[in-house]
T-cell receptor
Framework: EDKVVQSPLSLVVHEGDTVTLNCSYE??????LLWYKQEKKAPTFLFML????IEKKSGRLSSILDKKELFSILNITATQTGDSAVYLC???????????FGAGTTVTVRA | GAVVSQHPSRVICKSGTSVKIECRSL??????MFWYRQFPKQSLMLMAT?????????EQGVEKDKFLINHASLTLSTLTVTSAHPEDSSFYIC?????????FGSGTRLTVV
């Protein structure tokens, strides 16, 4: 059974701080790792990672994957209150298109 | 980009009644759609994989007779919660995409009273 563990479960920071979220995984026949941001409704897609060591960036967010150590990190720099959300990590096996989600990290950014 | 429409966004029903939730891919064809359930402060749990023209594949512990899935066309999958009970109250989300995992519907908040 695929397993995804995220840490920390929650954190509180002040605007301007940098946060690093962790995601470790065990999956049969790894295909990809995905990061999502979830506010009040359904998750919105952030990144999909398939190759080790290649950083993906989108504005103040960036993510990288280590397929040898089986983990990924998501960084958010210069945090803003709008970054407050639950960040979900999911892995996809190559046998099917199913996603296994971690429990999520709740990020609260205070003004 | 790929758009997935889910309806209704919110529904309240009485115990014992059935509720149907629709998931549509608006600008692409989806042979496979996924249904997830999310309880408060928990992550998404895959319930079933909906396959166009064939039976859905249910995850372990999900009752197929209670959660009926129909995927009659390449753009529409429906999830019917039959004989709903208060413990079925949850947030139900579908996913479909030319590249599965990218796009989620907006979710349906089901409350059974």
């Amino acid at each position: 059974e695929d397993k995804v563990v995220q840490s920390p479960l929650s954190l509180v920071v002040h605007e301007g701080d940098t946060v690093t979220l962790n995601c470790s995984y065990e999956v049969t026949n790894f295909r990809s790792l995905l990061w999502y941001k979830q506010e009040k409704k359904a998750p919105t897609f952030l990144f999909m990672l398939t190759s080790s060591g290649i950083e993906k960036k989108s504005g103040r967010l960036s993510s990288i994957l280590d397929k040898k150590e089986l983990f990924s990190i998501l960084n958010i720099t210069a945090t803003q209150t709008g970054d407050s959300a639950v960040y979900l990590c999911a892995v996809e096996g190559s046998n099917d298109y199913k996603l296994s989600f971690g429990a999520g990290t709740t990020v609260t950014v205070r003004a | 980009g790929a758009v997935v429409s889910q309806h209704p966004s919110r529904v309240i029903c009485k115990s014992g009644t059935s509720v149907k939730i629709e998931c549509r891919s608006l600008d692409f064809q989806a042979t496979t759609m996924f249904w997830y359930r999310q309880f408060p402060k928990q992550s998404l749990m895959l319930m079933a994989t909906s396959n166009e023209g064939s039976k859905a594949t249910y995850e372990q512990g999900v009752e197929k007779d209670k959660f009926l899935i129909n995927h009659a066309s390449l753009t529409l999958s429906t999830l019917t919660v039959t004989s709903a009970h208060p413990e079925d109250s949850s947030f139900y989300i579908c996913s479909a995409s030319p590249r599965p995992g990218y796009t989620f519907g907006s979710g349906t908040r089901l409350t059974v009273v």
